[in-house]
C-alpha cells in the first residue's frame, strides 16, 4: 500500500563523501560553520550558505539563487555526481555501540495526502510555504524526512544480502560517526522491497514534517492537484525499523513562578500529584506519568493519582500532555507552548543534570522531566489523527546532509 520509489540520487564522488556531508545546517554554531567552510571547500555548507564566498548573507529568493548556483558548481567540478539509473540507497550510521540502517528512496505526495504516510505533528502554514519556495528554486533537496515502519524480516534479509557486497562509501567523520552506502540497482533486490512496503499499512514520519508538507505544497503548485509521475511528486526520504529509532524527552524549564511560592506551588501540585521528595542528586523518572520537578535545590517525584485526570485518548496519555494540561497551563498559565517566553525546552543525554545546573545559576526557577515518548505512543497518535504537543520527542538517528540528494 506505501509506494516506494527509486530515483537518480545525486551523491559526491567516492573518494570526496567524508569531505562533502555535513551536519544540519542548525547544528552548527556560527563559528563551528565559518571554520569548517574556510577549511573544507568540499562542505554541503558551501551550498547551503551560499553569502559566504561573498563575506555576506543573503535571504529569500537571492539566497535561493546562489545556492542553485553553488550547487550547479558542485555538479560541474565533479564534486557531486548524478547516477545513471534509478536506485534506493542503504545507509547504516554507527555511533559507539548504537547503529542505525535504513533505505534511501522516494515515497508519494499522494500517500502522505491520503494518509498512508502518517504524522504526530502539526505544520506552520508559513513554514510549509517557506520551504516549498526553496524547493522550488534550487531544485533538488538534501534533507530526507525520517520515517518508520513496523519491523519487517524480508526487508532485514534482503539488506543483510547487499551489505555483504563493498559499500560505495565506509568512512568515519570528525564526529566519530561511521557512514556507510550501498547502491542497491538489483532488479531482484529492488522488486523485493518494493513488494514487502507494498504491503505495509502505513509509514509513520518521525521527523520532517515540515520537509513533508512542503513537498506536498510543491506539488500541488505543479500538478494543479492532479498526481502526475513527475519527480514533484514524490520527496526523499529514509525508511527504518522501529526498532532502530532513538527517542529521547525534552525537560520543560520555566523562568518564574506565577507569583507562587514553593508551598503553594506544592498545595497546588497535590490535587493531581502523589509528591515523593528526592533531595539535591539529579532525579530521573522510569515510570509513565511520573514527573520530575527541581526548586530550590531540591527533586522531587510526582506521581499522577488515578483520579481526578482521565487517560481518555492517546493524545490524553501522553505524558507532556498530561504536563501541559495539569501543571503549565492551569497553574503557571502557559497556553500557548509554542511562543510564551516563560517556558524553554531543553534536550540532552544528562537532562536532569543540566537542568539542576541551570535552575541553580538562577536561569531559570522550575524544571521538569519525564520519560521519552515511545515509538508505540507515535504510532498511535498518528494512527488517531491527532498531533503531540510542541517539543515531545527528540528523534535519532539525525542524518547528514549532502549524503543523498532528489533532483527535481
Known amino acids: 500500500m506505501a509506494e516506494i520509489l527509486p530515483f537518480k540520487a545525486i551523491r559526491p564522488a567516492r573518494d570526496k563523501a567524508a569531505f562533502v556531508i555535513s551536519k544540519s545546517y542548525e547544528d552548527y554554531s556560527s563559528e563551528e560553520r565559518r571554520l569548517v567552510m574556510q577549511h573544507n571547500p568540499f562542505s554541503f555548507l558551501h551550498i547551503l550558505n551560499p553569502g559566504f564566498k561573498f563575506d555576506q548573507q543573503y535571504k529569500g529568493s537571492k539566497r535561493y539563487s546562489l545556492v542553485r548556483n553553488r550547487y550547479e558548481e558542485f555538479l560541474e567540478e565533479k564534486i557531486l555526481i548524478q547516477d545513471e539509473i534509478p536506485s534506493l540507497y542503504l545507509y547504516r550510521r554507527s555511533f559507539e555501540n548504537r547503529q542505525y540502517c535504513g533505505i534511501f528512496c522516494a515515497t508519494s505526495t499522494r500517500d502522505y495526502r491520503s494518509g498512508l504516510i502518517k504524522k504526530h505533528e502539526d505544520t506552520l502554514r508559513r513554514r510549509e510555504e517557506l520551504f516549498a519556495d526553496y524547493l522550488e528554486q534550487v531544485g533538488f533537496n538534501a534533507e530526507p524526512v525520517l520515517m518508520t515502519y513496523p519491523d519487517q524480516p524480508e526487508i532485514e534479509t534482503v539488506l543483510n544480502e547487499v551489505m555483504q557486497g563493498m559499500a560505495e562509501y565506509h568512512f568515519t567523520s570528525p564526529d566519530l560517526v561511521t557512514h556507510e552506502l550501498w547502491v542497491i540497482n538489483s532488479p531482484d533486490h529492488m522488486a523485493r522491497l518494493t513488494r514487502v512496503f507494498g504491503d505495509i499499512d502505513a509509514l509513520y514520519i518521525a521527523d520532517g514534517h515540515h520537509r513533508s508538507a512542503s513537498s506536498d505544497l510543491l506539488a500541488k503548485r505543479k500538478s494543479n492537484g492532479k ?3 513527475s519527480t514533484y511528486n514524490y520527496f526523499m526520504s529514509y525508511l527504518i525499523p522501529e526498532s532502530q529509532v532513538q527517542i529521547r524527552g525534552f525537560n520543560r524549564l520555566l523562568t518564574e513562578m506565577n507569583g507562587l511560592s514553593t508551598k503553594e506551588l506544592l498545595i497546588r ?3 493531581f ?7 539535591s542528586l539529579p532525579f530521573r523518572p522510569e ?3 511520573t514527573f520530575s520537578m527541581y526548586l530550590d535545590g531540591v527533586f522531587y517525584a510526582l506521581s499522577l493519582r488515578k483520579k481526578p485526570y482521565e487517560l481518555s485518548d492517546a493524545k490524553a496519555r501522553l505524558d507532556s500532555q498530561i504536563l501541559y494540561e495539569t501543571i503549565l ?3 503557571f498559565g502557559i497556553e500557548d507552548l509554542r511562543h510564551d517566553d516563560r517556558i524553554h525546552y531543553r534536550c540532552g543525554a544528562q537532562n ?3 537542568m539542576k545546573m541551570l535552575i541553580d545559576q538562577g536561569k531559570y526557577k522550575v524544571g521538569f522531566g519525564m520519560v521519552p515518548v515511545s ?3 507515535i504510532r498511535d497518535i498518528a494512527d488517531a489523527g491527532q ?3 510542541p517539543k515531545s520527542t527528540f528523534i535519532q538517528p539525525k542524518l547528514p546532509s549532502g549524503l543523498a540528494i532528489y533532483a527535481f
Open 375 to 377: 515509538i508505540e505512543e
Open 352 to 354: 536532569e543534570i543540566e
Open 287 to 289: 515510570e509513565k506519568h
Open 329 to 331: 497551563k492551569p497553574i
Open 273 to 279: 500529584y502523589r509528591i515523593h521528595e528526592k533531595g
Open 387 to 389: 498531533t503531540m504537543p
Open 269 to 271: 501540585l497535590d490535587t
Open 227 to 229: 498526481h502526475q509521475n
